[in-house]
C-alpha cells in the first residue's frame, strides 16, 4: 500500500488546517509537554470533543482514501460503523490482527519496568447454524 502523497496547494490547505486543530489541541496539555508530543497527538486531543463515532467516520474516510482497506475493515468490525459487516472482510481482519505480540503484563517493582511476555494472536470464524 503506497500512501505517500504529492503535497498541492489543496494539500498545503489541509496541513494548515491541521497545524491550526494542532495548536488548539496543545492547549489541553501542560506548557513543558508541548514540544515533545506529536502534532497528530495534538490534533487529537482537539478532536477528542467530538463523538467516537465521528472520530471513526473521520479515520474510515482518510484510509478508504488512502486504499488502506486492512484498517477500515478493522475499524468497521469494531464499531459496525456502517451497520453492515463484510464475509470478505475476514481476510483483511486476519491480516491485521494474526500475529504475534509482545504484551505487558504487570509492573515490577524491583526492576521499575514493566513485566512482559509474548502473545499469538488468532481470529476463529466459525458458521452458527440457525
Known sequence: MN???T???EGSKVWNALEDIAEIGATYLKKE???QTDRFEKVG???GRYSPT????LAYSAWEDMNAHDYCAV???MTNLYGKRHIQDIERLKRQIEREYEVTT???EETHDWNRKTIRVRLVVEDVEA
Not at 465521528?54 to 467516520?57: D, E, F, G, L, S
Open 54 to 57: 465521528q472520530i471513526a467516520q
Open 3 to 5: 500512501t505517500a502523497r
Open 45 to 47: 486531543m482537539a478532536l
Open 33 to 35: 509537554y508541548r514540544a
Open 7 to 9: 503535497i498541492t496547494d
Open 75 to 77: 475499524l468497521n468490525w
Open 106 to 108: 504487570d509492573y515490577n
